[in-house]
């Protein structure tokens, strides 16, 4: 399913004297089962951005196609298109209230009339995919450590079957072992399901190591779109408007100031820890 974003404006308070312009003209197309990634300061426009992809709200101006098909065309088909475009807002787990995981989870898929048989199967699949084991389907969701909350939580949407799945900030808060869960987690999803991903965050490593493309957000415009390799080359542009490359690179960038003889375009530690790998190797064969 393609997203294509046309003229896209946004106005608060239209009219009155706390107007606010969110997003001035966004021109997008996201393809079927890219992973993208939506970076920008705060304020920079990411939030109102992913709130118009699944219709939670509606355009001052300009379009959101689905398939060519306006979403705003036919209101009644809004609660389609939010199944079609699963949307994880930061800190889903506010949101849990069930008395047990396996119930969190089939709350979505319960509304959506299916059969019990079709019902059980989702919950299985979506926990399944999250990494979460039956161990904890008769648990409570609030006896579970937060990177575990969080993959319930996003497990709730997955149920659904989503199309796109939008995540808002989906390690924010979290240690960093509940912040690697999810993000192995989010990978795993992509590579099995094959679904569009657009992961809203402000750690540069992260969307360096997942991501397909990125999209940066200034002032409510499209500052720069390009893979990862294409957006941090222009780390001095990205600095200006307050982002930065992945931490690896400027430690990198010193190593290569001390005569080590390395490549410029490495911004993931995986990368960095390859071409280290080959340049020692090499010279313990001199």
């Given amino acids: ?4 974003i046309n003229h896209l404006k946004h106005v608060y308070n239209a009219g009155t004297i706390f107007e606010k312009t969110a997003l001035y003209d966004i021109n997008i197309t996201i393809q079927t089962g890219e992973f993208i990634g939506l970076i920008g300061h705060t304020g920079s426009g990411k939030s109102t951005l ?22 705003h065309k036919d ?22 209230f069930e008395m047990t995981v396996y119930k969190d989870v089939a709350f979505g898929p319960s509304n959506m009339k299916l059969s ?53 900030e989906p390690t924010a808060g979290l240690d960093p072992k509940g912040r690697d869960e999810i993000l192995y987690a989010i990978k795993k999803l992509h590579e099995k399901r094959g679904i569009t991903i657009i992961l809203v965050s402000h750690s540069m490593e992260d969307v360096a190591k997942l991501a397909d493309r990125l999209i940066v957000m200034e002032k409510g415009r499209v500052a720069m779109t390009g893979t990862p390799k294409e957006v941090f080359a222009r780390v001095e542009e990205l600095e200006k408007i307050g982002l930065a490359a992945p ?40």
């Fill in 50 to 71: 992913i709130q118009h992809l699944n219709g939670t709200i509606s355009p001052t101006e300009g379009e959101i196609l689905l398939d060519d098909e306006n979403i």
């Fill in 1 to 4: 399913m393609s997203i294509k």
């Fill in 75 to 96: 209101k009644a088909k809004l609660r389609e298109v939010r199944q079609r475009i699963g949307l994880a807002f930061q800190y889903p787990e506010h949101q849990l």
């Fill in 116 to 168: 019990e048989q079709e019902i059980d199967k989702r919950v299985r699949e979506a926990l399944q995919t999250v990494g979460l084991s039956e161990s904890v389907y008769e648990k409570s969701p609030f006896e579970l450590s937060g990177g575990q909350k969080r993959r319930v939580a996003i497990a709730g949407v997955l149920a659904m079957n989503p199309e796109v799945l939008i995540l808002d």
């Fill in 247 to 286: 931490q690896i690179s400027y430690v990198l960038a010193e190593l290569k100031q001390k005569g080590y003889d390395l490549p410029n375009d490495i911004y993931t530690v995986e990368e960095a820890v390859k071409a280290l790998y080959t340049l020692l190797k090499g010279e313990e064969k001199l």
